[in-house]
Protein backbone atom coordinates (compact mmCIF):
# COMPACT_ATOMS: atom_id res chain seq x y z
CA UNK A 1 0.00 0.00 0.00
CA UNK A 2 1.27 3.29 -0.65
CA UNK A 3 1.30 5.91 1.38
CA UNK A 4 -1.55 8.56 1.45
CA UNK A 5 -0.41 11.51 -0.22
CA UNK A 6 -4.20 13.05 1.14
CA UNK A 7 -6.06 11.98 4.23
CA UNK A 8 -9.75 13.22 5.00
CA UNK A 9 -10.75 12.85 7.89
CA UNK A 10 -14.71 13.56 8.93
CA UNK A 11 -15.12 16.33 6.75
CA UNK A 12 -18.47 18.09 7.13
CA UNK A 13 -19.45 21.15 5.13
CA UNK A 14 -22.72 23.33 5.71
CA UNK A 15 -24.18 25.50 3.69
CA UNK A 16 -28.09 27.74 4.32
CA UNK A 17 -30.60 24.80 4.51
CA UNK A 18 -28.29 21.95 2.62
CA UNK A 19 -25.44 19.81 4.47
CA UNK A 20 -23.21 19.42 1.27
CA UNK A 21 -21.00 16.89 3.03
CA UNK A 22 -21.22 14.85 6.43
CA UNK A 23 -18.99 12.80 8.00
CA UNK A 24 -16.39 12.32 4.60
CA UNK A 25 -13.49 9.98 5.18
CA UNK A 26 -11.42 8.38 2.83
CA UNK A 27 -7.55 8.36 1.80
CA UNK A 28 -5.87 9.19 -1.73
CA UNK A 29 -2.29 7.02 -2.07
CA UNK A 30 0.64 8.95 -3.57
CA UNK A 31 0.84 8.45 -7.56
CA UNK A 32 -2.58 6.86 -8.06
CA UNK A 33 -5.59 8.12 -9.94
CA UNK A 34 -8.45 8.22 -7.30
CA UNK A 35 -11.86 8.50 -9.22
CA UNK A 36 -14.56 10.29 -7.11
CA UNK A 37 -17.97 9.20 -8.51
CA UNK A 38 -21.53 10.74 -7.45
CA UNK A 39 -24.73 11.97 -8.95
CA UNK A 40 -25.30 15.98 -9.16
CA UNK A 41 -25.28 17.16 -5.78
CA UNK A 42 -23.61 14.50 -4.30
CA UNK A 43 -20.76 16.49 -2.59
CA UNK A 44 -17.89 16.02 -5.32
CA UNK A 45 -17.41 19.51 -6.37
CA UNK A 46 -17.54 20.97 -2.67
CA UNK A 47 -15.12 18.03 -1.38
CA UNK A 48 -12.45 19.22 -4.54
CA UNK A 49 -12.87 22.83 -3.66
CA UNK A 50 -12.52 22.19 -0.03
CA UNK A 51 -9.75 20.06 -1.08
CA UNK A 52 -8.20 23.39 -3.35
CA UNK A 53 -8.71 25.99 -1.12
CA UNK A 54 -11.74 27.32 -2.58
CA UNK A 55 -13.61 26.50 0.28
CA UNK A 56 -12.29 27.30 3.46
CA UNK A 57 -15.05 26.63 6.50
CA UNK A 58 -15.69 23.17 7.36
CA UNK A 59 -15.94 20.65 9.68
CA UNK A 60 -13.20 17.73 9.93
CA UNK A 61 -9.69 17.33 8.94
CA UNK A 62 -7.52 17.24 5.91
CA UNK A 63 -3.69 15.75 6.21
CA UNK A 64 -1.68 16.63 2.63
CA UNK A 65 1.49 14.38 3.02
CA UNK A 66 1.01 13.77 6.70
CA UNK A 67 0.78 17.70 7.47
CA UNK A 68 -2.75 19.18 8.74
CA UNK A 69 -3.84 21.70 6.21
CA UNK A 70 -6.69 23.86 6.64
CA UNK A 71 -6.36 26.00 3.19
CA UNK A 72 -7.22 29.95 3.42
CA UNK A 73 -7.12 30.75 -0.38
CA UNK A 74 -6.47 28.76 -3.87
CA UNK A 75 -3.06 30.56 -3.78
CA UNK A 76 -2.37 28.91 -0.25
CA UNK A 77 -3.78 25.42 -2.07
CA UNK A 78 -1.27 26.03 -4.95
CA UNK A 79 2.07 26.68 -2.17
CA UNK A 80 1.62 23.15 -1.16
CA UNK A 81 0.80 21.70 -4.92
CA UNK A 82 -2.36 21.30 -5.21
CA UNK A 83 -4.27 22.44 -8.23
CA UNK A 84 -7.52 22.18 -9.85
CA UNK A 85 -9.12 22.29 -12.81
CA UNK A 86 -13.16 23.20 -12.48
CA UNK A 87 -15.99 21.63 -14.25
CA UNK A 88 -17.23 25.39 -14.75
CA UNK A 89 -14.62 27.27 -16.73
CA UNK A 90 -12.79 29.86 -14.56
CA UNK A 91 -11.11 31.88 -17.78
CA UNK A 92 -11.06 35.98 -17.51
CA UNK A 93 -12.54 36.39 -21.10
CA UNK A 94 -11.21 39.62 -21.97
CA UNK A 95 -7.17 38.63 -21.72
CA UNK A 96 -5.73 36.57 -23.98
CA UNK A 97 -4.46 32.59 -23.95
CA UNK A 98 -1.20 33.21 -22.24
CA UNK A 99 -2.61 35.99 -19.57
CA UNK A 100 -5.12 33.25 -18.41
CA UNK A 101 -2.44 30.46 -18.23
CA UNK A 102 -0.06 32.61 -15.96
CA UNK A 103 -2.71 34.90 -14.00
CA UNK A 104 -1.26 35.73 -10.99
CA UNK A 105 1.76 34.81 -11.55
CA UNK A 106 2.67 36.50 -14.39
CA UNK A 107 6.33 36.70 -15.67
CA UNK A 108 8.38 40.00 -15.37
CA UNK A 109 11.39 41.68 -16.93
CA UNK A 110 13.61 43.09 -15.38
CA UNK A 111 12.61 46.36 -14.73
CA UNK A 112 9.15 44.79 -13.61
CA UNK A 113 7.21 44.98 -16.74
CA UNK A 114 4.98 42.31 -17.85
CA UNK A 115 7.16 39.80 -19.86
CA UNK A 116 4.36 39.26 -22.98
CA UNK A 117 6.91 37.77 -25.07
CA UNK A 118 8.26 34.94 -22.43
CA UNK A 119 4.76 34.29 -21.48
CA UNK A 120 3.05 33.73 -25.00
CA UNK A 121 6.43 31.59 -26.03
CA UNK A 122 5.79 29.24 -22.59
CA UNK A 123 2.39 29.14 -23.33
CA UNK A 124 2.81 28.32 -26.47
CA UNK A 125 5.40 25.29 -25.51
CA UNK A 126 2.14 24.34 -22.91
CA UNK A 127 -0.60 24.34 -25.62
CA UNK A 128 2.14 22.34 -27.81
CA UNK A 129 2.15 19.62 -25.11
CA UNK A 130 -1.73 19.43 -25.29
CA UNK A 131 -1.58 19.42 -29.28
CA UNK A 132 -4.00 22.73 -28.85
CA UNK A 133 -3.43 24.90 -32.20
CA UNK A 134 -4.75 28.18 -30.04
CA UNK A 135 -2.30 31.04 -30.42
CA UNK A 136 -1.20 32.20 -27.47
CA UNK A 137 -2.64 35.94 -27.98
CA UNK A 138 -6.03 34.96 -28.86
CA UNK A 139 -8.34 36.42 -26.45
CA UNK A 140 -9.55 33.66 -24.19
CA UNK A 141 -13.52 34.63 -24.69
CA UNK A 142 -13.16 34.37 -28.16
CA UNK A 143 -12.63 30.11 -28.31
CA UNK A 144 -14.99 27.47 -28.07
CA UNK A 145 -15.96 25.82 -24.46
CA UNK A 146 -13.64 22.96 -25.87
CA UNK A 147 -10.52 25.33 -26.44
CA UNK A 148 -11.32 27.57 -23.26
CA UNK A 149 -10.90 24.05 -21.11
CA UNK A 150 -7.49 23.16 -22.83
CA UNK A 151 -6.75 26.48 -21.27
CA UNK A 152 -7.29 25.97 -17.92
CA UNK A 153 -5.62 22.46 -18.28
CA UNK A 154 -2.72 24.41 -19.36
CA UNK A 155 -2.76 26.47 -16.54
CA UNK A 156 -2.95 23.67 -14.59
CA UNK A 157 0.59 22.17 -16.02
CA UNK A 158 2.45 25.57 -15.58
CA UNK A 159 1.64 25.32 -11.81
CA UNK A 160 3.93 21.96 -12.28
CA UNK A 161 1.54 20.11 -9.64
CA UNK A 162 2.09 17.39 -7.76
CA UNK A 163 -1.80 17.02 -6.91
CA UNK A 164 -3.93 17.68 -9.48
CA UNK A 165 -7.70 17.59 -9.23
CA UNK A 166 -9.65 17.39 -12.57
CA UNK A 167 -13.33 18.05 -12.04
CA UNK A 168 -14.93 16.75 -15.59
CA UNK A 169 -12.38 17.62 -17.58
CA UNK A 170 -13.61 15.76 -20.70
CA UNK A 171 -16.99 17.34 -20.79
CA UNK A 172 -16.89 19.87 -23.81
CA UNK A 173 -13.66 17.68 -25.29
CA UNK A 174 -14.38 15.88 -28.80
CA UNK A 175 -12.91 12.29 -28.88
CA UNK A 176 -9.69 13.48 -30.15
CA UNK A 177 -9.38 15.65 -27.46
CA UNK A 178 -10.18 13.53 -24.87
CA UNK A 179 -7.49 10.88 -26.19
CA UNK A 180 -5.10 13.58 -26.31
CA UNK A 181 -5.92 14.80 -22.55
CA UNK A 182 -5.58 10.44 -21.56
CA UNK A 183 -1.65 11.07 -23.10
CA UNK A 184 -1.71 14.40 -20.60
CA UNK A 185 -3.13 12.36 -18.09
CA UNK A 186 -0.54 9.15 -18.76
CA UNK A 187 2.88 11.55 -19.16
CA UNK A 188 1.57 13.10 -15.44
CA UNK A 189 1.32 9.95 -13.77
CA UNK A 190 4.44 9.02 -15.03
CA UNK A 191 6.01 12.25 -13.66
CA UNK A 192 4.32 10.96 -10.05
CA UNK A 193 1.31 13.60 -9.84
CA UNK A 194 -1.29 12.45 -7.65
CA UNK A 195 -4.92 12.98 -9.81
CA UNK A 196 -8.06 12.99 -8.35
CA UNK A 197 -10.81 12.49 -11.28
CA UNK A 198 -14.09 13.87 -10.78
CA UNK A 199 -16.22 12.18 -13.89
CA UNK A 200 -20.17 11.03 -14.73
CA UNK A 201 -18.75 8.59 -17.61
CA UNK A 202 -18.22 5.48 -16.77
CA UNK A 203 -16.13 4.33 -19.49
CA UNK A 204 -13.45 7.00 -18.17
CA UNK A 205 -13.18 5.88 -14.91
CA UNK A 206 -12.46 2.53 -15.41
CA UNK A 207 -10.03 2.81 -18.02
CA UNK A 208 -8.03 5.64 -15.65
CA UNK A 209 -8.65 4.86 -12.67
CA UNK A 210 -6.84 2.74 -9.62
CA UNK A 211 -9.58 3.37 -7.33
CA UNK A 212 -13.20 4.46 -6.68
CA UNK A 213 -14.65 6.29 -4.26
CA UNK A 214 -18.60 6.92 -4.25
CA UNK A 215 -20.15 10.03 -2.61
CA UNK A 216 -23.84 10.31 -2.47
CA UNK A 217 -25.96 12.46 -0.65
CA UNK A 218 -22.41 14.35 0.88
CA UNK A 219 -21.35 10.72 2.42
CA UNK A 220 -18.99 8.71 1.08
CA UNK A 221 -20.74 4.87 0.20
CA UNK A 222 -17.84 3.13 -0.39
CA UNK A 223 -14.13 3.18 -1.66
CA UNK A 224 -12.86 0.34 -4.02
CA UNK A 225 -10.27 -0.57 -6.40
CA UNK A 226 -11.19 -0.74 -9.83
CA UNK A 227 -10.51 -4.16 -10.62
CA UNK A 228 -13.09 -5.34 -7.99
CA UNK A 229 -15.71 -3.57 -9.18
CA UNK A 230 -17.94 -3.01 -11.99
CA UNK A 231 -19.52 0.31 -13.95
CA UNK A 232 -22.61 -1.18 -13.62
CA UNK A 233 -22.01 -1.59 -9.72
CA UNK A 234 -20.63 1.98 -9.25
CA UNK A 235 -23.54 2.80 -11.36
CA UNK A 236 -25.92 1.53 -8.63
CA UNK A 237 -23.83 2.78 -5.51
CA UNK A 238 -23.86 6.08 -6.94
CA UNK A 239 -27.99 6.62 -7.37
CA UNK A 240 -29.14 3.96 -4.54
CA UNK A 241 -32.12 3.37 -6.74
CA UNK A 242 -33.28 1.96 -9.92
CA UNK A 243 -32.82 3.82 -12.94
CA UNK A 244 -35.68 5.33 -15.18
CA UNK A 245 -34.90 3.19 -18.63
CA UNK A 246 -36.56 5.17 -21.84
CA UNK A 247 -39.50 3.09 -23.03
CA UNK A 248 -38.43 2.91 -26.67
CA UNK A 249 -40.96 -0.16 -27.74
CA UNK A 250 -43.72 2.78 -28.11
CA UNK A 251 -42.98 4.01 -31.71
CA UNK A 252 -43.12 8.06 -31.64
CA UNK A 253 -45.84 9.13 -33.63
CA UNK A 254 -44.71 12.73 -35.36
CA UNK A 255 -47.24 14.98 -36.73
CA UNK A 256 -46.57 18.15 -39.47
CA UNK A 257 -43.61 19.46 -40.32
CA UNK A 258 -43.52 22.45 -37.73
CA UNK A 259 -39.77 24.10 -38.42
CA UNK A 260 -38.11 23.46 -42.23
CA UNK A 261 -35.19 24.93 -43.13
CA UNK A 262 -33.62 25.27 -46.94
CA UNK A 263 -30.19 26.43 -48.15
CA UNK A 264 -29.27 27.90 -44.85
CA UNK A 265 -25.73 29.17 -44.80
CA UNK A 266 -24.14 31.33 -42.36
CA UNK A 267 -20.83 33.57 -43.35
CA UNK A 268 -17.70 33.45 -42.27
CA UNK A 269 -16.11 36.46 -42.66
CA UNK A 270 -12.38 36.14 -42.88
CA UNK A 271 -11.60 32.53 -42.74
CA UNK A 272 -10.75 30.61 -45.32
CA UNK A 273 -13.83 28.29 -45.01
CA UNK A 274 -16.27 31.61 -45.69
CA UNK A 275 -19.11 29.74 -44.26
CA UNK A 276 -19.68 28.20 -40.76
CA UNK A 277 -22.62 26.68 -42.90
CA UNK A 278 -23.67 25.72 -46.28
CA UNK A 279 -26.23 24.98 -47.49
CA UNK A 280 -28.25 23.51 -45.04
CA UNK A 281 -31.56 21.13 -45.62
CA UNK A 282 -33.89 19.28 -43.31
CA UNK A 283 -37.59 19.43 -41.92
CA UNK A 284 -38.50 18.69 -38.33
CA UNK A 285 -42.39 17.58 -37.27
CA UNK A 286 -44.31 17.71 -34.16
CA UNK A 287 -43.47 14.87 -31.99
CA UNK A 288 -39.93 14.54 -32.94
CA UNK A 289 -36.34 14.25 -31.76
CA UNK A 290 -33.75 15.41 -34.04
CA UNK A 291 -30.66 14.21 -33.21
CA UNK A 292 -27.59 16.45 -34.66
CA UNK A 293 -24.62 14.74 -34.60
CA UNK A 294 -20.60 16.28 -35.78
CA UNK A 295 -16.96 16.80 -34.01
CA UNK A 296 -16.28 19.93 -32.41
CA UNK A 297 -16.47 22.76 -35.20
CA UNK A 298 -19.01 21.14 -36.87
CA UNK A 299 -21.71 23.90 -37.11
CA UNK A 300 -23.90 21.82 -34.37
CA UNK A 301 -24.06 25.52 -32.00
CA UNK A 302 -23.83 27.47 -34.95
CA UNK A 303 -26.99 25.79 -36.29
CA UNK A 304 -29.29 26.13 -33.35
CA UNK A 305 -28.02 29.77 -32.81
CA UNK A 306 -28.98 30.48 -36.66
CA UNK A 307 -32.79 29.21 -35.36
CA UNK A 308 -32.61 31.03 -32.08
CA UNK A 309 -31.55 34.29 -34.28
CA UNK A 310 -27.90 34.38 -31.83
CA UNK A 311 -26.37 33.61 -34.46
CA UNK A 312 -22.72 36.15 -35.17
CA UNK A 313 -23.27 36.71 -38.47
CA UNK A 314 -27.08 36.92 -40.96
CA UNK A 315 -27.50 33.96 -42.12
CA UNK A 316 -28.91 33.29 -45.69
CA UNK A 317 -31.26 30.95 -47.14
CA UNK A 318 -34.75 29.91 -45.65
CA UNK A 319 -35.99 29.48 -42.31
CA UNK A 320 -39.78 27.95 -41.84
CA UNK A 321 -41.80 28.00 -39.09
CA UNK A 322 -45.20 26.30 -39.12
CA UNK A 323 -45.41 27.56 -43.18
CA UNK A 324 -44.00 31.18 -42.41
CA UNK A 325 -40.63 32.10 -43.22
CA UNK A 326 -38.71 33.68 -40.20
CA UNK A 327 -35.53 35.66 -39.65
CA UNK A 328 -34.68 36.32 -36.17
CA UNK A 329 -32.26 39.42 -35.35
CA UNK A 330 -33.16 38.49 -31.20
CA UNK A 331 -33.46 35.36 -29.22
CA UNK A 332 -36.40 37.41 -27.69
CA UNK A 333 -38.50 37.22 -31.48
CA UNK A 334 -37.54 33.31 -31.43
CA UNK A 335 -38.99 33.16 -27.77
CA UNK A 336 -41.92 34.75 -28.90
CA UNK A 337 -42.64 32.87 -32.17
CA UNK A 338 -42.42 29.64 -30.00
CA UNK A 339 -38.97 28.34 -29.96
CA UNK A 340 -36.38 27.64 -27.05
CA UNK A 341 -32.81 27.02 -26.79
CA UNK A 342 -31.03 25.51 -23.84
CA UNK A 343 -27.02 26.83 -24.51
CA UNK A 344 -24.33 24.29 -24.04
CA UNK A 345 -22.40 26.90 -22.05
CA UNK A 346 -24.38 26.89 -18.66
CA UNK A 347 -22.15 29.09 -16.96
CA UNK A 348 -21.50 32.26 -19.89
CA UNK A 349 -24.81 31.75 -21.33
CA UNK A 350 -27.35 29.83 -19.22
CA UNK A 351 -27.56 30.94 -15.70
CA UNK A 352 -28.22 34.32 -13.66
CA UNK A 353 -25.59 33.84 -11.07
CA UNK A 354 -27.07 37.00 -9.20
CA UNK A 355 -30.48 35.68 -9.05
CA UNK A 356 -32.26 32.47 -7.19
CA UNK A 357 -33.35 29.13 -8.52
CA UNK A 358 -36.74 30.57 -8.85
CA UNK A 359 -35.75 33.67 -10.15
CA UNK A 360 -33.66 32.11 -13.10
CA UNK A 361 -36.63 29.71 -13.49
CA UNK A 362 -39.32 32.67 -14.00
CA UNK A 363 -37.04 35.01 -16.14
CA UNK A 364 -38.65 34.28 -19.25
CA UNK A 365 -42.40 34.41 -18.54
CA UNK A 366 -42.38 37.03 -16.21
CA UNK A 367 -44.46 39.25 -18.74
CA UNK A 368 -47.12 36.08 -18.64
CA UNK A 369 -47.02 36.14 -14.88
CA UNK A 370 -48.06 40.29 -14.66
CA UNK A 371 -51.39 41.18 -12.90
CA UNK A 372 -51.94 45.00 -12.81
CA UNK A 373 -48.71 45.99 -14.23
CA UNK A 374 -47.13 43.98 -11.17
CA UNK A 375 -45.53 40.18 -10.76
CA UNK A 376 -48.18 37.86 -9.33
CA UNK A 377 -46.17 36.51 -6.54
CA UNK A 378 -48.28 33.62 -6.18
CA UNK A 379 -48.40 32.60 -9.74
CA UNK A 380 -44.81 32.86 -9.79
CA UNK A 381 -44.41 30.49 -7.05
CA UNK A 382 -46.48 28.39 -8.36
CA UNK A 383 -45.16 27.72 -11.61
CA UNK A 384 -41.45 27.45 -10.37
CA UNK A 385 -42.31 25.10 -7.62
CA UNK A 386 -44.35 22.82 -10.37
CA UNK A 387 -41.16 22.96 -12.53
CA UNK A 388 -39.12 22.07 -9.25
CA UNK A 389 -41.24 19.63 -8.67
CA UNK A 390 -41.67 18.15 -12.19
CA UNK A 391 -38.00 18.06 -13.14
CA UNK A 392 -36.72 16.94 -9.74
CA UNK A 393 -34.68 20.03 -9.15
CA UNK A 394 -32.71 19.49 -5.77
CA UNK A 395 -32.45 22.70 -4.02
CA UNK A 396 -32.99 23.52 -0.39
CA UNK A 397 -35.44 26.27 -2.05
CA UNK A 398 -36.82 28.42 -4.63
CA UNK A 399 -35.06 30.95 -2.64
CA UNK A 400 -31.74 29.26 -3.08
CA UNK A 401 -28.82 30.94 -4.66
CA UNK A 402 -28.59 28.98 -7.81
CA UNK A 403 -24.73 28.63 -7.75
CA UNK A 404 -25.57 26.52 -4.34
CA UNK A 405 -26.65 23.87 -6.85
CA UNK A 406 -24.76 21.33 -8.53
CA UNK A 407 -23.94 21.74 -11.88
CA UNK A 408 -26.61 18.75 -13.13
CA UNK A 409 -29.46 20.56 -11.40
CA UNK A 410 -28.88 24.13 -13.05
CA UNK A 411 -29.15 23.02 -15.75
CA UNK A 412 -32.62 21.23 -15.29
CA UNK A 413 -33.41 25.01 -13.80
CA UNK A 414 -32.67 26.15 -17.21
CA UNK A 415 -34.52 23.64 -19.11
CA UNK A 416 -37.41 24.21 -16.80
CA UNK A 417 -37.14 28.16 -17.53
CA UNK A 418 -37.74 27.52 -21.28
CA UNK A 419 -40.00 24.63 -20.60
CA UNK A 420 -42.68 27.77 -18.92
CA UNK A 421 -42.76 29.58 -21.98
CA UNK A 422 -44.58 26.59 -23.52
CA UNK A 423 -42.77 26.64 -26.80
CA UNK A 424 -43.07 24.95 -30.07
CA UNK A 425 -39.77 24.21 -31.04
CA UNK A 426 -37.19 23.16 -28.09
CA UNK A 427 -33.71 23.52 -28.66
CA UNK A 428 -30.93 21.64 -26.58
CA UNK A 429 -27.40 22.35 -27.46
CA UNK A 430 -25.36 19.51 -25.48
CA UNK A 431 -27.65 19.16 -22.42
CA UNK A 432 -25.81 16.60 -20.38
CA UNK A 433 -22.69 18.30 -20.33
CA UNK A 434 -21.85 17.55 -17.00
CA UNK A 435 -24.56 15.68 -15.76
CA UNK A 436 -24.37 12.40 -13.90
CA UNK A 437 -25.74 9.10 -15.25
CA UNK A 438 -29.24 9.72 -12.90
CA UNK A 439 -29.60 12.87 -14.14
CA UNK A 440 -29.38 11.67 -17.92
CA UNK A 441 -31.68 9.32 -17.67
CA UNK A 442 -34.51 11.43 -16.17
CA UNK A 443 -33.19 13.65 -19.15
CA UNK A 444 -33.49 11.30 -21.69
CA UNK A 445 -37.18 10.36 -20.14
CA UNK A 446 -38.33 14.43 -19.99
CA UNK A 447 -37.17 14.69 -23.59
CA UNK A 448 -39.83 11.57 -25.05
CA UNK A 449 -42.29 12.97 -22.95
CA UNK A 450 -42.22 16.52 -23.92
CA UNK A 451 -42.05 14.64 -27.64
CA UNK A 452 -45.25 12.59 -26.74
CA UNK A 453 -46.77 15.85 -26.25
CA UNK A 454 -45.86 17.26 -29.71
CA UNK A 455 -43.49 19.22 -28.88
CA UNK A 456 -40.76 19.14 -31.43
CA UNK A 457 -36.86 19.01 -30.25
CA UNK A 458 -33.72 19.32 -31.68
CA UNK A 459 -30.85 17.95 -29.38
CA UNK A 460 -26.77 18.36 -30.08
CA UNK A 461 -24.45 15.87 -28.10
CA UNK A 462 -21.01 15.04 -28.35
CA UNK A 463 -21.52 11.34 -27.05
CA UNK A 464 -22.67 9.32 -29.96
CA UNK A 465 -24.53 6.73 -27.47
CA UNK A 466 -26.77 9.22 -25.96
CA UNK A 467 -27.96 10.73 -29.73
CA UNK A 468 -28.32 6.86 -30.43
CA UNK A 469 -30.61 6.79 -27.63
CA UNK A 470 -32.73 9.91 -27.80
CA UNK A 471 -33.04 10.53 -31.35
CA UNK A 472 -36.21 9.75 -33.93
CA UNK A 473 -33.69 10.62 -36.99
CA UNK A 474 -29.65 11.73 -36.50
CA UNK A 475 -28.17 14.91 -38.93
CA UNK A 476 -24.45 14.52 -39.28
CA UNK A 477 -22.79 18.07 -39.68
CA UNK A 478 -18.62 17.79 -41.05
CA UNK A 479 -17.28 21.55 -41.47
CA UNK A 480 -20.27 23.31 -41.85
CA UNK A 481 -21.90 20.39 -44.08
CA UNK A 482 -25.01 17.86 -44.21
CA UNK A 483 -22.94 14.75 -44.73
CA UNK A 484 -25.63 12.36 -43.70
CA UNK A 485 -29.09 11.68 -42.36
CA UNK A 486 -30.37 8.70 -40.81
CA UNK A 487 -33.23 7.19 -39.13
CA UNK A 488 -33.32 5.31 -35.85
CA UNK A 489 -33.49 2.16 -37.50
CA UNK A 490 -30.43 3.19 -39.48
CA UNK A 491 -28.22 4.85 -37.57
CA UNK A 492 -24.93 3.33 -35.54
CA UNK A 493 -21.98 4.99 -34.40
CA UNK A 494 -19.54 4.08 -37.33
CA UNK A 495 -22.13 5.44 -39.83
CA UNK A 496 -22.27 8.69 -38.14
CA UNK A 497 -18.45 8.96 -37.41
CA UNK A 498 -17.73 8.03 -40.95
CA UNK A 499 -20.06 10.72 -42.11
CA UNK A 500 -18.76 13.32 -39.36
CA UNK A 501 -15.20 12.90 -40.66
CA UNK A 502 -16.25 13.15 -44.38
CA UNK A 503 -14.91 17.15 -44.54
Given at each position: ????????R??????????????????????????????????????????????????????V????????????????????????????????????????????????????????????????????????????????V?????????????????I???????????????????????????????????????????R????????????????????D????????????????????S???A???????????????????????????????????????????????????E?????????????????????????????????????????????????????????M???????K????????????????????????????SA??????????????????????????????T??????????LY??????????????V?S??????????????????????????????????????????
Amino acid sequence: MAEPIIEIRQVTKRFPGVIALQDVTFDVETGELHSICGENGAGKSTLMKILSGVETQYEGELFVKGNLKQFTSTRDAESSEISIIHQELNLVEELSAAANIFLGREKRTALGFLDNPAMETAAAELLRQLDCDVHPGTLAGSLRVGDQQLLEIARALSLKTEILIMDEPTSALTEAEVARLYRVIERLRANGVTILYISHKMDEVFRLSDRITVLRDGRVVQTLKKADTSPQQITHLMVGREIERLDQSVPTATGEVVLKVEDLSLPWPGHARKWRLHNINFELRRGEILGIAGLMGAGRTELLECLFGASSEVPQGKILLEGIQVLFSHPSQAKAAGIAMVTEDRKRLGIFSELDVGQNISMCTLEQMRKGGLINSRRERESVSEIVNNLRVKTASAQSAITSLSGGNQQKTIIGRWLLTKPKVLLLDDPTRGVDVGAKAELYVLMKQLARQGMAVMVTSSELPELLTVSDRILVLSEGHLTGSFSRAEATEQKIMEAATLG
